[in-house]
């Protein structure tokens, strides 16, 4: 998970975990606690119908979604769900779920425009809060200059990777989680068939 912080940083905590810094900071500055993401029947219709089933005209028209996307972030949208879904969707299923995908992060973009007056703090996932193709993306320059992307990653030390210098502003170590590998289930099978 990663932080996408308005106005003030999150504080590093030695003894709390992200949500928790993240939390204490909320409380600290008396930020409401607002719902940013798409509705999943709203996300399941853009997959199906595009952009326009779910999101007015006003906000295609202002998101500049009323055309085509630019084909560097659907390449990047579109690395980004295969590697996230093991590598197994048929080539038929990335339009809709790159629609789907960055209608969330515009969304979110709506919802912080529509709410950071007095500074706000957005939970989000990976995807959503990397520079290159999540919320930050759709902020126009006066927003992104009030805006600091924190990237909770796994790993030891404190050593930032070159990549994640380019997606977010600061990078926070956090203990890798014990879990099982989510593609081993589909080890050995091809792609999904449409």
Same mark, same amino acid.
């Not at 969330?104 to 989000?124: C, F, H, P, Q, Y």
């Given at each position: ?35 940013? *993401? ?18 007015? *005209?006003?906000?295609? @028209?202002? +998101? ?18 295969? *590697? ?30 529509? *709410? ?27 927003? @992104?200059? @009030?805006?600091?992307?924190?990237? +909770? ?42």
């Amino acid at each position: 998970m990663q932080t996408v912080s308005f106005k003030k940083p999150v504080a590093k905590d030695g003894n709390g975990t992200f949500t928790n810094l993240s939390l204490k900071q909320r409380f600290k500055l008396k930020l409401p606690i607002i719902a940013a *993401n798409l509705s999943s029947t709203d996300a399941m219709k853009i997959v199906r119908n595009g952009l326009g089933a779910a999101l007015s *005209n006003e906000v295609l @028209r202002d +998101f500049n979604l009323d055309r085509p996307l630019d084909n560097d972030l659907f390449q990047k949208q579109k690395i980004a769900i295969d *590697n996230g879904h093991c590598n197994i969707l048929p080539s038929s299923a990335f339009k809709g779920m790159v629609n789907a995908q960055v209608a969330r992060d515009v969304w979110m973009a709506k919802t912080i425009r529509e *709410n950071s007056s007095n500074g706000l703090i957005l939970l989000a996932g990976n995807g959503h809060v990397q520079k290159d193709i999540g919320v930050y993306r759709w902020l126009i320059d006066t927003e @992104r200059a @009030r805006t600091e992307v924190i990237g +909770f990653t796994e790993g030891d030390g404190e050593t930032e990777k070159e990549a994640e210098g380019r997606l977010y502003d600061r990078t926070i170590r956090v203990k890798p989680f014990e879990r099982e590998d989510p593609c081993k289930a589909f080890t050995g099978r091809n792609k999904i068939q449409t």
